[in-house]
């Protein structure tokens, strides 16, 4: 069965450094896998998906993500973390088949320092 | 920001009460999803429905019914509420393309809680 685990829980970063949040999967086939932000009170907003070819994704706000087949990561990445980045970031992986569903890992609650 | 609104935003209610939530969108999109949200387990799905009155369990879906007699709206229902059931609460909706998974899109939540 598809999963998705966020090692991290809480992660801390100073304002201006560099973050790494790490996603493992676990699918058999090749995944669609997404990063979402949640701000406090809202929804899920999608920051980036990867679906086939350039293993290197772009997303908003700066943020990229690498997939990473030989060892099912997906780490979302930013070079210079603003404050406004604090918030918590969940990792999906699609299930596949007609059903469109997403199978969510627990999140990582990221915390920024000034 | 995807179309999608959740009704009411903030409800208290007592045991054994029946609760419906509605999620209305705007983009005509086919699927739409209900979550629940709880510290330490993400989103876990409750049910899902795939077109007008085409709707599918999800892996937490005892305890709740939905339905969908519109393209745009999609209720959940508690008949019954339990304190189990307290919960953030998300819709989320998507449309198909092909063969390939498409991002869902988010409505802002229904915050429920059942004293």
């Known amino acids: 069965a598809q999963s998705v685990t966020q090692p991290d829980i809480h992660i801390t970063v100073s304002e201006g450094a560099s973050l790494e949040l790490r996603c493992n999967y676990s699918?058999?086939?090749?995944?669609?896998l997404f990063w979402y932000v949640q701000s406090p009170g809202q929804g899920l907003q999608l920051l980036l998906k990867y679906f086939s070819g350039d293993t290197l994704v772009q997303g908003i706000k700066g943020f990229e993500a690498e997939f990473k087949r030989s060892q099912s990561s997906f780490n979302l990445r930013k070079p210079s973390v603003h404050w406004s980045d604090a918030a918590e970031y969940f990792c999906a992986v699609g299930a596949g088949g007609a059903t469109n569903k997403l199978i969510f890992g627990t999140g990582t609650l990221l915390a920024v320092q000034p | 920001d995807a179309g999608i609104t959740q009704s009411p935003r903030h409800k208290v209610t007592e045991t054994g009460t029946p609760v419906t939530l509605r999620c209305h969108q705007t983009?005509?999109?086919?699927?739409m999803y209900w979550y629940r949200q709880d510290p330490g387990h993400g989103l876990r799905l409750i049910h899902y429905s795939y077109g007008v009155k085409d709707t599918d369990k999800g892996e937490v879906s005892d305890g709740y019914s939905v339905s969908r007699s519109k393209t745009e709206d999609f209720l959940l229902t508690l008949e019954s509420a339990t304190s189990s059931q307290t919960s953030v609460y998300f819709c989320a909706i998507s449309e198909p393309t092909g063969d390939s998974n498409q991002p869902q899109h988010f409505g802002d939540g229904t915050r429920l809680s059942i004293l």
């Open positions: 699918y058999g086939a090749t995944p669609y």
């Open positions: 983009e005509n999109h086919r699927y």
